[in-house]
């Protein structure tokens, strides 16, 4: 499956409520989403279509265990 990548603006006030869903997904999926991660959620509800698990984008965190990646040095 072919990726494309999107990028998009976001008001202040749009990606303060994206953290926010963040944690609180973070406590279904064990891990704290990427900002990516909520937005494909948030397409793929409003679209109504679902990712298969095997067409799911690999550079993903859900479902992976974080501690053994780098942290930013922002």
Do not use: C, W
């Not at 406590?27 to 279509?49: Q, W």
């Amino acid at each position: 499956m072919s990726r494309n990548q999107l990028n998009i603006r976001v008001s202040d006030e749009l990606e303060e409520l994206i953290d926010k869903k963040r944690i609180e997904l973070a406590s279904t999926l064990k891990v704290i989403p990427t900002r990516s991660d909520v937005v494909r959620f948030a397409l793929e509800s409003y679209l109504g279509v679902s990712v298969k698990q095997t067409d799911a984008d690999r550079r993903t965190t859900v479902g992976k265990a974080i501690s053994g990646r780098k942290k930013s040095a922002d």
